[in-house]
């Protein structure tokens, strides 16, 4: 299989097949591999991933009811409560914060997004700059620049 389709499949299901996380920076730390590949291509095929998979957690948000998403059991009325008070204070900016944190859930914050109706472009535009900054970071922590530098 292609790399460049297996970092995108990879990222779509980290964004929003998945319920829970993939460690997805686990596969950059092949640092031999991912340098003999084109470094932009990787961080836009990964990104486009992200944001297809992040689509989906939107537009499940979007079609699916709050009270009967609170029904699955990971998803309790409390969670959402605390998702809707960070997203709330902090607006779509939070989705680029999380998205560039790797130890933070992402995905309750896509589904509440779509649940708030943020507008599509919007929703989009912090999703690729959260994932592009995320996937360019792992990628400099896998070739050891990050590490070398003493960041």
């Given amino acids: 299989m292609d790399p460049y389709i297996l970092f995108f499949f990879l990222s779509l299901m980290e964004s929003g ?5 993939v460690p997805l920076a686990e ?8 340098a ?14 992200s944001m297809a998979g992040g689509m989906i957690d939107y537009l499940v948000g979007r079609i699916i009811p709050r009270e009967k998403l609170t029904k699955i059991p990971y998803v309790t009325s409390e969670r959402m409560d605390t998702v809707y008070k960070i997203y709330n204070k902090y ?7 999380v ?10 914050f896509l589904v509440v997004s779509g ?12 999703v690729a700059v959260g ?21």
């Fill in 99 to 108: 998205r560039v944190m790797p130890w933070m859930t992402y995905k309750p």
């Fill in 27 to 34: 596969v950059f730390s092949f640092g031999s591999a991912v």
């Fill in 91 to 97: 607006g779509p900016a939070v989705i680029i914060g």
């Fill in 17 to 21: 097949l998945v319920p829970g996380p």
């Fill in 36 to 49: 003999k590949m084109n470094l932009y291509a990787v961080v836009l095929v990964a990104t486009l991933g």
């Fill in 115 to 126: 649940l708030s109706k943020m507008r599509v472009p919007v929703f989009v535009a912090c």
């Fill in 131 to 151: 994932s592009c900054i995320r996937y360019s970071i792992a990628i400099l922590i896998s070739l050891g620049i990050l590490g070398a530098a003493g960041i």
